[in-house]
């Protein structure tokens, strides 16, 4: 009902046989549970992973930050971690008006989520970072 579940390495429990994009239910390695994604970044990234898998080399677990992307209108924004929780702290860096700024959602003080809104590709793996280091 939720996808097909897939091990760390999206491997259903037919061995062998893989499972990448909408339809993998995976163990999210960052926030813990299973998640599953409608994204095509995300199926890019688990393709990449389960092809490498398939060839029968050396194994990759799938290690993904959730991550999706919208152009509305002249705002770009980004969202970066896991919004499916209430936040008990938003921060706000930059400028609303001017639409160009930063939010960081919060929870028992670890960063659970980033959203950029008009921001610059440069910023992109300093959100993934800043997220990562608080679930290590």
Do not use: M
Not at 107 to 116: A, N, P, T
């Amino acid at each position: 009902p939720n996808g097909t579940p897939v091990n760390e390495y999206l491997e259903t429990d037919e061995k062998g046989i893989f499972a990448a994009g909408d339809i993998a239910l995976f163990p999210d390695r960052i926030f813990g549970g299973a998640r599953r994604i409608e994204h095509w970044d995300n199926a890019l990234q688990q393709g990449l992973t389960a092809g490498a898998n398939l060839s029968g080399k050396k194994r990759q677990r799938f290690d993904y930050l959730p991550y999706f992307f919208s152009n509305v209108f002249d705002l770009n924004l980004e969202f970066f971690g896991d919004f499916s929780r209430q936040p008990s702290v938003v921060e706000i860096e930059g400028d609303r008006e001017k639409a160009k700024f930063i939010l960081r959602y919060s929870d028992l003080g670890k960063i659970r989520g980033i959203v950029h809104c008009n921001q610059p590709e440069k910023e992109r793996a300093e959100a993934e970072k800043a997220i990562r280091v608080c679930y290590k």
